[in-house]
């Protein structure tokens, strides 16, 4: 099996999140996250960092307690920035601009 940078050294599977991303709006540290899901705050750094992919359970746990779907949380192809998600391709011109 051929390893990359993006794949998990133990499975060759890369998983990227934004586990990070809803945290931080939340205000939450890993700590403060870490409790509400009964694991150590190192596994927090850990998953965000994509150096650890979370069990199922513990994947469905995250999910609850964001109260998002697991497929907006976790997936196995690099996620797009988000305000490009929100609010389209920026490198278009803009109204009103030339480009």
Same mark, same amino acid.
């Given at each position: 099996?051929?390893?990359?940078?993006?794949?998990? *050294?133990?499975?060759?599977?890369?998983?990227?999140?934004?586990?990070?991303?809803?945290?931080?709006?939340?205000? +939450?540290?890993? &700590?403060?996250?870490?409790?509400?899901?009964?694991?150590?705050?190192?596994?927090?750094?850990?998953?965000?960092?994509?150096?650890?992919?979370? &069990? +199922?359970? +513990?994947?469905?746990?995250?999910?609850?307690?964001?109260? +998002? @779907?697991?497929?907006?949380?976790?997936?196995?192809? @690099?996620?797009? *920035?988000?305000?490009?998600?929100?609010?389209?391709?920026?490198? &278009? *011109?803009? *109204?009103?601009? &030339?480009?």
């Amino acid at each position: 099996m051929e390893y990359d940078s993006n794949s998990h *050294p133990r499975t060759g599977a890369a998983l990227f999140n934004r586990v990070a991303v809803f945290r931080a709006e939340r205000g +939450l540290s890993r &700590s403060a996250l870490a409790d509400a899901l009964e694991i150590n705050y190192q596994t927090v750094g850990y998953i965000e960092r994509g150096d650890f992919n979370p &069990s +199922l359970e +513990l994947a469905f746990r995250i999910s609850e307690y964001f109260g +998002l @779907p697991l497929e907006a949380i976790f997936s196995r192809k @690099p996620f797009r *920035p988000l305000s490009e998600e929100i609010y389209g391709n920026r490198n &278009s *011109p803009r *109204p009103g601009t &030339s480009k």
